[in-house]
């Protein structure tokens, strides 16, 4: 690691860093260590060598995923606009840009995404902007809304379904008023 210059980084959180993937999914503490690392990173900006730039710049706009692991239990309220992948026990509101649900997984909760694939158990709503897949070993109670959906055989699905057609959408305006002159 001798061509490598650091001024505002220990090597082991440059390497730390390095290793990790902007648009990963990753565990609370692991989220907390990249979130110190960058802060740490962008407050000495001024002072960073040119690798340490190079990894802030990769950094800059990361939206990391957060990973619930197995064998755990979670309750509350997720909004998040990444990924969010639940290897453990959910309950409470599930909303991400897209949402697995692993084999080991029990999600109580409404879900609200772009896409949801769900290989778990589910009990709750299910919303999806884009689509829903759910796998041969998925149970799943509760209804689904979405313009594409995919049941395997063998899943279980208790529940009503809608699929609004899929509509593409319209673009806004927005449009500078001007004052009308009169008279």
């Given at each position: 690691m001798t061509d490598i210059k650091l001024k505002i980084l220990t090597e082991k959180d440059f390497l730390f860093l390095a290793k990790?993937?902007?648009?990963?999914?990753?565990?609370?503490?692991?989220?907390?260590?990249?979130?110190?690392?960058?802060?740490r990173l962008n407050r000495g900006k001024q002072f960073c060598t040119g690798d340490e730039k190079q990894l802030l710049k990769k950094f800059q706009c990361a939206t990391f995923g957060i990973l619930l692991p197995k064998d755990t239990d979670?309750?509350?309220?997720?909004?998040?606009?990444?990924?969010?992948?639940?290897?453990?026990?959910?309950?409470?509101?599930?909303?991400?840009?897209?949402?697995?649900?692993?084999?080991?997984?029990?999600?109580?909760?409404?879900?609200?995404?772009e896409e949801v694939l769900c290989k778990g158990k589910v009990r709750g709503d299910i919303r999806a902007t884009?689509?829903?897949?759910?796998?041969?070993?998925?149970?799943?109670?509760?209804?689904?809304h979405s313009p594409n959906l995919n049941i395997e055989k063998g899943a279980l699905f208790e529940g009503r379904c809608s699929m609004p057609k899929n509509r593409t959408p319209q673009p806004i305006f927005l449009m500078k008023k001007t004052p009308k002159k009169t008279g």
């Open positions: 990790k993937n902007p648009a990963g999914v990753y565990d609370e503490e692991t989220l907390e260590n990249l979130d110190r690392i960058i802060k979670t309750k509350g309220k997720i909004n998040h606009p990444g990924t969010v992948h639940v290897a453990g026990n959910f309950s409470g509101n599930l909303a991400a840009d897209s949402i697995l649900i692993e084999k080991t997984a029990t999600v109580l909760a409404n879900i609200a995404a884009n689509k829903v897949r759910i796998t041969k070993e998925a149970e799943v109670r509760g209804d689904i």
